[in-house]
């Protein structure tokens, strides 16, 4: 609830801000409780997680951005997948205008129980395999949106110039999450190029994390996924990196905030304002989901943890340094 | 709302799997929160491979109840307390049901399983689809009240009830501990296949944290129409199962906070559970007709109370 009325405030001062510059278009209503010109949009998040949040909150942001009025009712089914079913049935039998979709189950819930109305998505690594949009340049349903694919290749060369002598890599994932699945595919292929030995270590629950890594020993290097379970396990995944002098390359900025070495970062906030942009363009302009590709976000600017890589008994490349948009103190 | 309805009428079949070993055989299962991962993974597999949905569905039946079958194993041969044998197959179920669909989540198009043509027929939503759910639920519960009341049936009820003394009468307990295990994970699968075609995929994680849905499902059934007969306690756990899902529904509607909800479903079963011992509904029970009398003197009081009230 406390959300609903965050963003009412935000659609306030929008509308005044526009009212101000004399701008046209849209927020004539400014309490947005189903005023003319102002849309109702449902947003199904599948659990509570602070990428996903952050998705939810650009998606959001693009709306308060372009001044355009909208009420949103923010769910979280808490993990539960019956419970994102629900909550896509609500938002069906509400009427809603537009229904943002996080995370994969979630969006998969909505696409079964919403067929006349757009459902957007975000955070899903493989809309395709997912079954969500019969391809990513033409979508052909009611159903489109962006992916969270990460640059797995790109991260693996950046592994390689930080550790260049690294013969094997590690790579700690949970056997339960498909977009983790995808990753490893995507690290094993990269890394095969570059004739670099992969090894898995596979988990079913954060208990298992220790002995999944205890099995690592002896790699030159560990790759992280964008993995919900083994970012949520960050504290053991560092303490065995750094007691064992392995580095970590991270798949995302949390990570290497939290004590790995670098990674070309994923921006979720940005990836749901991306999001939200394609949203306005389907309520504002008739674009139909149908004909609109699935987005991805196009750059992926370096962060870097120097105190993580001297923890971990490696230096940061001055080339890579250098390279870098955020520095991790 | 009718999304409610029609979920929770896919979940009784779950809930009238779990009302079979938890009441009847007084055994808590833990297998189903494996086996309707199971049921969904088998259905959603074979479907990707083109198979008709009817035979899929019945696929995921099937291995649930090998799911149950060793569950009974381990705890009859094998005498492994009861609790544990059902966490040793769930858990082995985790890499199983990975294997069963090579990836951790697999979608169903709507059109491609069991209600695909239902949704040609325009009748995929609304009061339609949950007329059809409510007569499929209502034949399966029939069959099950019919089945508790064979010789088989009767038996089984009393394998749970005083195990060594219908081992006095030449029944094989082992035997009719196997197939209730088999029986309830079959109906768990297949709720298992049928909700996975319902809400468009199969995922890995589907049934975690099902055993508390079902339970409560049971409770709530039977603290609003007590477990006397079978054929009243069948029918609670389908309005258990459907009211469940309403009160999600309602705690949703009202923008309850989502982490507050797991809290929120203990909640909603310790006042199942209690409602009976406060003696809510007791008053319509019919005096000396319990067939679980002996547990607590207070429940007796609370009773009497009630009735010399009336």
């Known amino acids: ?40 949009i449902g947003i199904s998040q599948l659990v509570q997680h602070p990428a996903l949040d952050a998705a939810a909150a650009g998606f959001q942001r693009a709306f308060t951005e372009a001044g355009i009025d909208a009420t949103f009712d923010v769910q979280n089914a808490n993990g539960e997948q019956a419970t994102a079913t629900t909550i896509a049935q609500k938002f069906a039998s509400d009427g809603t205008d537009l229904v943002l979709a996080i995370a ?98 596979s988990v079913a629950t954060g208990a298992d994390l220790q002995t999944a890594l205890d099995s690592l020993t002896g790699v030159d290097a560990i790759y992280l996924p964008t993995d919900n379970l083994v970012t949520a396990g960050m504290g053991s995944v560092v303490d065995f990196a ?31 304002y991306q999001t939200g942009q394609m949203a306005i363009k389907i309520l504002t302009e008739g674009a139909d989901p149908a ?31 250098s390279r870098a948009e955020t520095t991790i103190e | 709302m009718i999304g409610a309805f029609e979920l929770g009428m896919l979940y009784a079949v779950m809930a009238l799997g ?52 060793v569950t009974g194993l381990l705890y009859t041969k094998g005498r492994i307390d009861g609790l544990l044998a059902g966490i040793l197959t769930m858990i082995a179920l985790w890499s199983i049901n990975l294997r069963i669909m090579g990836v951790p989540n697999k979608p169903v198009a709507k059109a491609d399983g069991l209600f695909g043509p239902l ?61 209730t295990l088999m029986i309830s994970n079959g109906l768990v699968a ?44 069948t029918f609670g756990v389908i309005v258990g199962a459907v009211l469940y899902r309403l009160v999600i529904f309602a705690a949703l509607s009202v923008g309850l906070n989502p982490n507050d909800m ?14 009976p011992r406060l003696g809510v509904f007791s008053k319509r029970l019919p005096k000396g007709r319990l067939t679980k009398p002996p547990i607590p003197s207070p429940e007796g009081e609370a009773r009497a109370t009630t009735a010399a009230a009336k």
């Open chain 1, 1 to 40: 609830m406390r959300k609903h009325t965050i963003l009412g405030a935000l659609g306030i001062v929008a509308a005044s801000a526009l009212a101000l510059t004399g701008c046209s278009g849209g927020g004539d209503t400014t309490d947005g409780a189903g005023g003319e010109g102002s849309y109702s």
């Open chain 1, 104 to 201: 994969t189950p979630a969006a998969q819930a909505a696409q079964a129980a919403i067929t006349d109305k757009p459902v957007l998505f975000t955070a899903v690594t493989d809309p395709v395999e997912a079954g969500l949009v019969a391809s990513s340049d033409a979508p052909g349903g009611n159903v489109t949106g962006t992916t969270d694919m990460n640059p797995v290749g790109d991260q693996i060369d950046l592994l390689k110039e930080i550790v260049p002598n690294a013969k094997t890599i590690g790579i700690v994932y949970a056997s339960g999450e498909v977009n983790s699945q995808v990753q490893v595919a995507l690290a094993k292929e990269k890394a095969s190029e570059l004739g670099i030995e992969v090894r898995e270590a």
């Open chain 1, 242 to 272: 750094n007691s064992n002098k392995v580095p970590l390359i991270g798949g995302e900025v949390n990570q290497v905030e939290n004590g790995a070495i670098a990674t070309l970062g994923l921006d979720y906030e940005a990836l749901g």
């Open chain 1, 291 to 321: 004909t609109m590709p699935v987005e991805a976000q196009t750059e992926f600017p370096l962060t870097v943890n120097p105190g993580a890589a001297e923890k971990q008994g490696v230096t940061i490349p001055e080339a890579v340094l």
């Open chain 2, 18 to 69: 779990v009302y079979l070993t938890f009441r009847v055989l007084n055994f808590p299962d833990l297998t189903v929160d494996g086996s309707f991962t199971t049921g969904g993974a088998v259905a959603a597999s074979l479907i990707a491979m083109d198979t008709p949905p009817v035979l899929a569905t019945l696929a995921g039946v099937g291995a649930g109840a090998v799911a149950g079958f």
């Open chain 2, 119 to 179: 949704v040609d027929l325009g009748m995929g939503k609304g009061p339609w689809i949950i007329l059809i759910f409510f007569v499929g639920v209502l034949i399966l519960k029939a069959a099950i009240d019919w089945f508790l009341s064979t010789d088989l049936g009767l038996a089984i009820q009393a394998t749970g009830n005083n195990e060594q003394m219908i081992r006095s009468f030449g029944v094989n307990t082992h035997n009719t501990t196997i197939l």
């Open chain 2, 190 to 233: 297949g709720a298992g296949a049928l909700v996975a075609q319902y809400q468009g995929y199969a995922d890995i994680s589907m049934g975690v944290g099902l055993i508390l849905i079902g339970l409560a499902s049971v409770i709530i059934g039977q603290a609003i129409f007590g477990n006397r007969t079978v054929l009243l306690a």
């Open chain 2, 262 to 275: 797991r809290l929120l479903s203990a909640i909603m079963v310790v006042i199942a559970l209690l409602l």
